[in-house]
């Protein structure tokens, strides 16, 4: 439940007060909701070493100084990575004000870990210090590359979905793993083409990788409904065949309707169809912290607040339904 004025619910339910997320930060104690550290690759991802954040959304530029000024109630946030990958300035003030007073989630879009070029190891190196200094709940990126022979793309890129593939996606995520000292979430993108060469389907593809690497999930139930329509499958048979121990995290987002496609655009609210959806992913997976997506015609925090608000209501229900269905 929201309270105003200071960090909500889930934070409490975590054992936690304002005062001591400072004390931590200040003193070099991990907070409650920083995932463990990972000792190289002999550890096994384990869902409960991760925090129940509860509900949350995306921190954007337009609502800096809402959040930080107001201290709007909200489970936790989640920050581009890169955005706070810098030496210092306006970015790393905004983040230290936001950590302060909220769980904070880092979502990479750079790490590009399905390309054939070698891992970047300057970049890994910057993305540790500032996981080291942030203390996030976790680390995210995406399944996908964003460039290759050292141009990029500028986009999240879908993989062939082969055995070779994952073989050499998931020893990369492995090496990721071991840098960052921790695991990490990979997430699902959305997709407008496809290989010849696949094999698999996108949902064994994603399963093969995350078994193999021993990394976690995070699962966005938009880019599942959107895929799902731009290649005719049916996104019940994906959620349906993610395994629920890796599943660590939702993501929530608008898409753009183009009548023979969709676009992943997070300019719109929610769509009807992937509330449903992810009514359907709650009640495989429970109650997962979930995120609200909003990148382009970023509106007012109250709204997407109450997007964040709606995703408590329709968790809540789909966890009461199954409930009652069980005990009939
Ligand atoms: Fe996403």
Redesign the pocket.
């Known amino acids: 439940m929201y309270r105003q004025g200071r960090p909500s619910g889930r934070g409490e339910e975590l054992g936690l007060c304002h005062k001591r997320r400072r004390e931590g930060h200040a003193h070099g104690t991990p907070p409650p909701w920083a995932t463990p550290f990972r000792r190289f690759s002999s550890s096994t991802m384990n869902r409960s070493d991760f925090a129940p954040l509860g509900f949350g959304v995306g921190l954007r530029r337009p609502h800096y100084v809402h959040i930080l000024e107001q201290h709007p109630p909200m489970d936790w946030f989640e920050v581009i990575s890169e955005n706070f990958m810098v030496e210092g300035g306006r970015p790393l003030e905004v983040l230290e004000g936001v950590r302060a007073h909220y769980p904070v989630v880092m979502h990479g879009v750079s790490l590009s870990i399905g390309s054939s070029d070698p891992l970047n190891r300057a970049y890994l190196d910057t993305l540790r210090a500032a996981a080291r200094r942030f203390e996030p709940a976790w680390v995210s990126d995406h399944l996908c590359w964003t460039g290759v022979g050292g141009h990029n793309l500028h986009d999240l890129l879908p993989l062939p979905y082969t055995e070779e593939a994952v073989r050499h996606v998931a020893g990369r995520i492995r090496q990721v793993q071991d840098i960052l000292e921790r695991t990490i979430l990979i997430?699902n993108v959305s997709s407008y083409m496809a290989f010849r060469s696949s094999r698999l389907e996108e949902w064994e593809f994603l399963t093969a990788v995350a078994e193999e690497a021993d990394c976690a999930i995070?699962l966005?139930i938009?880019?599942i409904f959107v895929s799902a329509f731009n290649h005719r499958f049916d996104p019940l048979r994906y959620v349906d065949a993610v395994p629920v121990e890796r599943v660590v995290q939702f993501?929530l987002?608008g898409h753009s309707d183009h009548g023979s496609y969709l676009l992943d655009t997070h300019d719109h609210p929610i769509r009807a169809e992937v509330w449903a959806l992810y009514e359907h992913a709650v009640r495989r997976f429970g109650r997962v912290p979930t995120l609200i997506?909003w990148d382009d015609n970023i509106p007012d925090f109250e709204v997407l607040a109450a997007a964040a608000a709606e995703a408590r209501r329709r968790c809540d229900l789909a966890l009461d339904s199954k409930r009652l269905h069980a005990a009939e």
């Open positions: 997430e995070l966005d938009n880019n993501h987002a997506e």
